[in-house]
């Protein structure tokens, strides 16, 4: 497939793949029929671990790349397994590497320094508080296995991975050294003199595949100490410490990389300020072109990313533009190809979700334009989904508050109209860092992890009308603290504010469906974006863009 996330079961005479319904459309369009597909979510499906009880018998074994896996996961199905008598074999050695003839190398490209006055916080500070956060759990060290916990941690990014701003390596923090596994080519001398490299308090280099055996060894001479390995950590990790020696909630660094500082938040302010620039010069652009009959999802994309491109600061796109009209709107994680290519019309939804990477912060929005006039039905879906859009983003709740509760604001309009949608509702934003960001988000799904204030999310409920058409909105949200009412003394409510700043096209709404509070939120939505965005369009000499941001502002009621 072009792109997925799921997971490949392979037996001696089946092949199946489970996904989510992010990717049921495209799994069914690029499958071939060697494939099953195993729609992830959807009432009868089983999950993985009941298949393979069902297929296999006592004492079958099934093999797992230990180092592909996490171990929450591969505890999961391991524990289900076991009842029924299967052995479960974390393996060392992957056997699709041993016939993937022409997997490409791994990238070798140059790492380079997130300076202070975009991380706000020096990278050794970052180092004494984790350092902070292990004597409290009373952990001798920290192993860092996400990327963008490497990345934010050492205040370093680099681009071995499209559209995100990361490189592979590894981190150990213990109390008296910070380790970076990874392969030193990469490294200039101005990281490492950023490093502080063969300097007291300075990182010790080791090589990429050194980490495994490393963590072994510390593990082996520091019994009973604890060290610190994420279950989201691959099993490779866990298996090489004892149970009883591993803390397994996520690491410090995961809640500090969500958390943004207040250079970092400004910085993502002042980064979806360019972003909506780009976006309203493009969507004026189609509004001109789309009644010509050239442009095509392909192209659109291609004139978004030059738009961008234009702004201070853009480094690359945060993710494959999704770039989808009429039905291909419907597949969730659409990426139009020279053999999809669909021609944008006045008959059909287009939707458009995008973003950036910029020093300064990360971008992600989503809009729905209809070049004719749409039909009554899809502005219903439309509204309901701006309806959900507007309840989760003014929503005031405890702080603290785990994701997973906010997820039916979100729904509640969708759910009255008898329509819901397949995926989550809102996933954490990095700091010109991964555009999908953990541990925070809104979904049904989503970890409990509680949100608090300086957290960035998206905001993104949906609809989607299989063969015929696509609705989804989408903003960057940042979650702040917030005044209420009666609020106990001592006890912080929070709330939503959108950073993202482009209008939502006003005859895909129906306006009679919304009630005064929404057409209030979304005139002062609008007025914003002229009030902020405006500026900076007519100081660009962006003067068609100026004139449909102006047009899509026009206040309600």
């Given at each position: 497939m072009l792109s997925c996330v799921g997971t490949a079961v392979v037996t001696g005479?089946?092949?199946?793949?489970?996904?989510?319904?992010?990717?049921?459309?495209?799994?069914?369009?690029?499958?071939?029929?060697?494939?099953?597909?195993?729609?992830?979510?959807?009432?009868?499906?089983?999950?993985?671990?009941?298949?393979?009880?069902?297929?296999?018998?006592?004492?079958?074994?099934?093999?797992?790349?230990?180092?592909?896996?996490?171990?929450?996961?591969?505890?999961?199905?391991?524990?289900?397994?076991?009842?029924?008598?299967?052995?479960?074999?974390?393996?060392?050695?992957?056997?699709?590497?041993?016939?993937?003839?022409?997997?490409?190398?791994?990238?070798?490209?140059?790492?380079?320094?997130?300076?202070?006055?975009?991380?706000?916080?020096?990278?050794?500070?970052?180092?004494?508080?984790?350092?902070?956060?292990?004597?409290?759990?009373?952990?001798?060290?920290?192993?860092?296995?996400?990327?963008d916990e490497v990345a934010w941690l050492l205040n370093l990014r680099g681009s071995d991975?499209?559209?995100?701003?990361?490189?592979?390596?590894?981190?150990?923090v213990s109390s008296h050294d910070v380790r970076l596994f990874i392969d030193q080519s990469k490294l200039d001398q101005s990281c490492r003199d950023h490093l502080m490299v063969g300097k007291a308090g300075g990182v010790k280099l080791y090589g990429y595949d050194e980490v495994v055996a490393s963590v072994t060894d510390l593990a082996n001479q520091n019994k009973p100490n604890k060290i610190w390995i994420s279950n989201k950590s691959s099993q490779r990790f866990s298996q090489a410490v004892s149970k009883d020696q591993c803390i397994t909630k996520l690491t410090p660094i995961a809640l500090m990389k969500a958390i943004k500082n207040d250079t970092e938040v400004s910085g993502m302010r002042s980064a979806h300020i360019r972003d909506a620039v780009a976006v309203c010069e493009y969507f004026a652009w189609l509004e001109r072109e789309v009644p010509k009959g050239h442009v095509t999802e392909v192209s659109g994309a291609h004139q978004l990313e030059l738009y961008r491109k234009e702004q201070d600061n853009f480094v690359s796109l945060s993710f494959a533009t999704i770039s989808s009209t009429g039905p291909n709107g419907a597949?969730?994680?659409y990426r139009p190809t020279v053999e999809t290519d669909r021609a944008l019309c006045a008959e059909e939804l287009y939707l458009c979700d995008s973003g950036?990477?910029?020093?300064?912060?990360?971008?992600?929005?989503?809009?729905?334009?209809?070049?004719?006039?749409p039909s009554a039905y899809q502005r219903e879906c439309l509204t309901r989904v701006l309806k959900g859009h507007i309840a989760l983003c003014t929503a005031v709740f405890p702080d603290k508050t785990a994701g997973n509760r906010l997820d039916s604001f979100a729904r509640s309009s969708l759910w009255e109209g008898g329509l819901d949608y397949l995926h989550g509702t809102g996933h954490g934003v990095g700091s010109f860092l991964n555009v999908h960001e953990g541990p925070q988000g809104v979904g049904i799904r989503s970890s409990p992890e509680p949100l608090q204030a300086g957290m960035f999310i998206s905001d993104e409920p949906g609809y989607?009308?299989?063969?015929?058409?696509?609705?989804?909105?989408?903003n960057v949200v940042l979650i702040k603290p917030t005044e209420t009412k009666h609020g106990p003394k001592g006890k912080t409510f929070l709330t939503m504010e959108p950073v993202t700043l482009v209008p939502i096209q006003q005859k895909m709404i129906m306006f009679e469906l919304l009630n005064e509070k929404e057409i209030q939120w979304l005139n002062d939505y609008h007025n914003l974006c002229l009030d902020i965005v405006g500026p900076l369009l007519e100081q660009q000499g962006r003067k068609e863009a100026l004139r449909w941001l102006r047009h899509e502002t026009q206040l309600i009621g």
């Open positions: 005479d089946k092949a199946l793949l489970w996904t989510d319904g992010r990717y049921h459309l495209q799994a069914v369009a690029e499958l071939d029929h060697n494939w099953t597909l195993m729609k992830a979510g959807l009432p009868g499906t089983p999950t993985i671990e009941e298949w393979l009880a069902i297929e296999l018998t006592t004492e079958d074994h099934v093999g797992i790349d230990s180092l592909l896996v996490s171990a929450e996961l591969f505890e999961r199905y391991n524990k289900a397994l076991l009842k029924e008598g299967i052995a479960l074999v974390a393996m060392t050695e992957n056997l699709i590497d041993k016939v993937w003839e022409d997997r490409p190398p791994r990238p070798l490209a140059v790492v380079f320094t997130h300076p202070l006055e975009y991380s706000g916080k020096k990278w050794t500070d970052k180092v004494q508080e984790v350092r902070v956060a292990m004597e409290k759990a009373e952990a001798i060290a920290v192993v860092v296995t996400a990327l991975i499209a559209y995100n701003p990361v490189f592979f390596a590894y981190v150990i597949v969730i994680h950036g990477q910029y020093r300064d912060g990360t971008t992600d929005i989503t809009r729905v334009l209809h070049f004719g006039t989607y009308e299989d063969g015929q058409f696509g609705a989804r909105i989408e």
